[in-house]
């Protein structure tokens, strides 16, 4: 199993300031032969289900806005929000879809400094 | 606009089977995966199973053969079975779409909301 793991578990971040979280996989999740890193990014609000924000490891999903970027390739990914707003307040998951089993990092929880 | 939505009982006993239904509305199912994940309370998400539209399915090896998947694409509907339940399956259940790339799943784009599933006698 490829497993997932984020960093830090938590962050206090003040509104307007850069909050960075890092994923880290064990096995590489980039297949060379498309040059594409099988990973995703989600948020999950308290009592929404998971948001897909980002996929293909820096791809923004449609609507989400550009405040949130992916990046990194083969095991290291960050997912960074460039300026905090207090609705961005939420716990935040990569995952990769590399191979089976899908596996999903602990989660990040990011709240307001 | 696409939707998802799990319906099933929301306690079940232990050692019977759970089965949840999610039913997909503003989308056909052809082209796409069709997936069960999970979130134990306090833990994180964890990935069950996925079906595509032709009812190839994909298991978690950690749920060995407790676990079955199935699709009815004339319901717009997908379900899951799990088997022998016990205080451990205690979740929210999901379920979620997963475009396909070059027959390769993807990323989940659309979840249901979640059910919560109960195991307790």
């Known amino acids: 199993d490829i497993v997932m793991t984020q960093s830090p578990d938590s962050l206090a971040v003040s509104l307007g300031e850069k909050a960075t979280i890092n994923c880290k996989s064990s096995h590489s999740v980039l297949y060379n032969s498309k040059n594409k890193n099988h990973l995703a990014w989600y948020q999950r609000k308290p009592g929404q289900p998971p948001k897909l924000l980002i996929y293909?490891?820096?791809t923004r999903e449609s609507g989400v806005p550009d405040r949130f970027s992916g990046s990194g390739s083969g095991t290291d990914f960050t997912l960074t929000i460039s300026s905090l707003q207090a609705e961005d307040v939420a716990v935040y998951y990569c995952q990769q879809y590399y191979s089976n089993p899908l596996t999903f990092g602990g989660g990040t929880k990011v709240e307001i400094k | 606009q696409v939707q998802l939505q799990e319906s099933g009982p929301g306690l079940v006993k232990p050692s019977e089977t759970l089965s949840l239904t999610c039913t997909v509305a503003g989308v056909s199912m052809s082209g796409f995966y069709w997936g069960w994940i999970r979130q134990p309370p306090g833990k994180g998400l964890e990935w069950i199973a996925y079906i595509d539209y032709t009812g190839s399915t994909y298991y978690n090896p950690s749920f060995k053969s407790r676990v079955t998947i199935s699709i009815d694409t004339s319901r717009n509907q997908f379900s899951l079975k799990l088997n022998s339940v016990t205080a451990a399956d205690t979740a929210v259940y999901y379920c979620?779409?997963?475009?396909?790339?070059?027959?390769?799943?993807?990323?989940?784009?659309?979840w249901g909301h979640g059910t919560l599933v109960t195991v307790s006698s």
């Open positions: 293909w490891a820096s």
């Open positions: 979620a779409r997963a475009p396909v790339f070059g027959m390769v799943i993807s990323h989940f784009d659309y």
